[in-house]
């Protein structure tokens, strides 16, 4: 079955420093994975998505991840944070077949300081 | 409208109540989803439609959840008997066709809350 773990539940960093948010993924197959975004109070939005092209994605507001098939990685980074990236981050994979089921990880909360 | 709506917003209801929650997907697209999001945690899967028809009700905890379609658009998430623990946002999701890799596009969803 398919699954994915966040490795951190929480992040804090300073404005203007990089991102990294921590996701592996557990599959019999070679996946689709995503990266969706939830503010406050609005729906869940997708920030890239990975779907056997290339295993560099780049995604809205400067985020961008690597799929990393021998680690079983898709690590989400951004050069530097900003204050408006503060928010929870879920990585995602998508079930076995042809449904568009989706199945989420824990969520990491980003927090960026001043 | 431009994205998927969900109504209402927040729901309020007494343990042991009937409720309806409404997703609205956006036009055209054939796939629709529901989710439940407990605190603190990821969505989790409930139903799966394509078209009318619902195509994977797996993740529907028991009996008292059911979810319609009549006509391949809007979709009713239907809660009988509601426990306090069925408390969470639940969220519709909606995409133009099924399958891996396609976007789905989220509603804001409803915040249940069971008194």
């Known amino acids: 079955a398919q699954s994915v773990t966040q490795l951190d539940s929480h992040v804090s960093v300073s404005e203007g420093t990089p991102v990294l948010l921590r996701c592996n993924y557990s599959?019999?197959?070679?996946?689709?994975l995503f990266w969706y975004v939830q503010h406050p109070n609005k729906g869940l939005q997708l920030l890239l998505k990975y779907t056997s092209a290339a295993t560099l994605v780049k995604g809205i507001n400067g985020f961008e991840a690597e799929f990393k098939k021998s680690e079983t990685s898709f690590h989400l980074t951004k050069p530097s944070a900003h204050m408006s990236d503060a928010a929870e981050y879920f990585c995602?994979?998508?079930?076995?077949?042809?449904?568009?089921?989706?199945?989420f990880g824990q969520g990491t909360t980003l927090q960026v300081k001043p | 409208g431009a994205g998927v709506s969900q109504t209402p917003s927040n729901k309020v209801t007494e343990k042991g109540k009937y409720v309806e929650l409404r997703c609205d997907p956006i036009s055209g697209h054939t796939a629709l989803y529901w989710y439940r999001q407990s605190l603190g945690q990821g969505p989790e899967f409930l139903i799966y439609?394509?078209?009318?028809?619902?195509?994977?009700d797996s993740g529907l905890p028991n009996d008292r959840f059911f979810a319609v379609r009549p006509e391949g658009s809007v979709s009713t998430l239907k809660i009988q008997r509601t426990e306090r623990g069925d408390s969470a946002v639940y969220l519709c999701?909606?995409?133009?066709?099924?399958?891996?890799?396609?976007?789905?596009?989220f509603g804001q969803g409803t915040r249940l809350t069971v008194v």
């Open positions: 995602v994979v998508s079930a076995a077949g042809n449904t568009g089921k989706l199945i």
């Open positions: 599959s019999s197959y070679s996946p689709s």
């Open positions: 439609f394509q078209g009318t028809g619902a195509a994977d």
């Open positions: 999701a909606s995409s133009l066709l099924p399958g891996q890799g396609t976007e789905a596009f």
